[in-house]
Structures are given as structure tokens and as C-alpha cells.
T-cell receptor, first 109, second 114 residues
Framework: GQQLNQSPQSMFIQEGEDVSMNCTSSSIFNTWLWYKQDPGEGPVLLIALYKAGELTSNGRLTAQFGITRKDSFLNISASIPSDVGIYFCVQNTGNQFYFGTGTSLTVIP | NAGVTQTPKFQVLKTGQSMTLQCAQDMNHNSMYWYRQDPGMGLRLIYYSASEGTTDKGEVPNGYNVSRLNKREFSLRLESAAPSQTSVYFC?????????????FGPGTRLTVL
């Protein structure tokens, strides 16, 4: 089946630092999505990418859809305590959604 | 506009008991999904319903059944619960569009099977 490798598995950073995480896939899909899951909550969509090479920002977040369509990265600039959570990359085509294993982010004040 | 709602929020079952997890959405979405999330893992798809009247198996369907009662509601049933089904269950919905298909998630149901 579809394999999504997400790295790193976990990150511990100081408040104010920048964060970078990425995902690689064994298959090509139409869409890359990045979700954040706060403790005890369901995932919430952060950024959606629909074209190879697309670079999209949402506030302090920036994500890119790799040219090969098999990878994507998410950057968070100037981290703050509320950035704590688990970040998931997701590949999507139609009704098929495949989740990465997640990157757990801890921000130390 | 409540989005996606799930009941119950917490449940403890004994091995062999049955129960139904309820999910409803008020966004007029065509597609609905059930996932489970185990510690340290991403979400794994159990079943989905692309549209009212249809259901399909996902990655881990064994031990579960689903019903798409109408466009709003999608329930997940455990006929004979097993400890391996201890997990957090999330329901999600999406428009089902091929070009723009954001998923919206409910708050989850935390299930423990003893």
C-alpha cells in the first residue's frame, strides 16, 4: 500500500526558532495536505497544495509540493508555544487520504 | 454550524460487547470517513462513504461495520469488541470533489476495551 515517510518523528525546539519537517512518498498523488493535531483534538487542515512546485504560505507556515510530486515540506517560522502538537502530511486523490506517521513538536518557552 | 460531531466522547467496553459510534456533519458534504488513531501512529482509514448509499473498506476494516444513514450521518459499529480495538476513533467529512477535497474532523471518541 501507500507509504508516507515523515521526518523527523519528534522535535524539541526553543521558542522563536524555525522548524522544518518533510514527507516523502512511494507514489504520486494529486494533492499534499498538512494537518495539525492539538492534544485531545481532531486534526485541522493547515495548508493544501495542488500543483507540483507550488509554494504556499499561511501566516508563519510555508509548505511546498515537490517537483517530483513525491515529497513535500512544511516550515514554521518563529515558533511560539501554541505551535505544540502533532503535524501530519497527507496525500489525497479523490476519496483516498493517506496519513504520514506524524511529527511531534514541542516548543520550550 | 457545528461541523463534525461525534458521540460518545469516551467509552469503556468489556471484550465481546457491542456498540455504535455516531457521527454527523452539517456541511452538506458528500463523503464521510472513519479513522482510528493508535499511540505514535497516524490515522488509519477503517471505512469511508463516498456518497449517500455507498460504503467502502479502508485500510483496517476487520471487526467493524458502517452505515451511511443519510447524507448527514455515518455510524461505526463494533459487533464484538476486542482489546485490539482500544483506540481513538475519528470521523471526518469532505466535499468529495476531485479538485478540492479538504477533510474536516470531529473531536474523536476514546474507546477502551477491557
Amino acid at each position: 500500500g501507500q507509504q508516507l515517510n515523515q521526518s523527523p518523528q519528534s522535535m524539541f525546539i526553543q521558542e522563536g526558532e524555525d522548524v522544518s519537517m518533510n514527507c516523502t512518498s512511494s507514489s504520486i498523488f494529486n494533492t499534499w495536505l498538512w494537518y495539525k493535531q492539538d492534544p485531545g483534538e481532531g486534526p485541522v487542515l493547515l495548508i493544501a497544495l495542488y500543483k507540483a512546485g507550488e509554494l504556499t504560505s499561511n501566516g508563519r507556515l510555508t509548505a511546498q509540493f515537490g517537483i517530483t510530486r513525491k515529497d513535500s515540506f512544511l516550515n514554521i517560522s518563529a515558533s511560539i508555544p501554541s505551535d505544540v502538537g502533532i503535524y501530519f502530511c497527507v496525500q489525497n486523490t479523490g476519496n483516498q487520504f493517506y496519513f504520514g506517521t506524524g511529527t511531534s513538536l514541542t516548543v520550550i518557552p | 454550524n457545528a461541523g463534525v460531531t461525534q458521540t460518545p466522547k469516551f467509552q469503556v467496553l468489556k471484550t465481546g460487547q457491542s456498540m455504535t459510534l455516531q457521527c454527523a456533519q452539517d456541511m452538506n458534504h458528500n463523503s464521510m470517513y472513519w479513522y482510528r488513531q493508535d499511540p505514535g501512529m497516524g490515522l488509519r482509514l477503517i471505512y469511508y462513504s463516498a456518497s449517500e448509499g455507498t460504503t467502502d473498506k479502508g485500510e483496517v476494516p476487520n471487526g467493524y461495520n458502517v452505515s451511511r444513514l443519510n447524507k448527514r450521518e455515518f455510524s461505526l459499529r463494533l459487533e464484538s469488541a476486542a482489546p485490539s480495538q482500544t483506540s481513538v476513533y475519528f470521523c471526518a467529512s469532505s466535499s468529495g470533489s476531485w479538485s478540492y477535497n479538504e477533510q474536516f474532523f470531529g473531536p474523536g471518541t476514546r474507546l477502551t476495551v477491557l
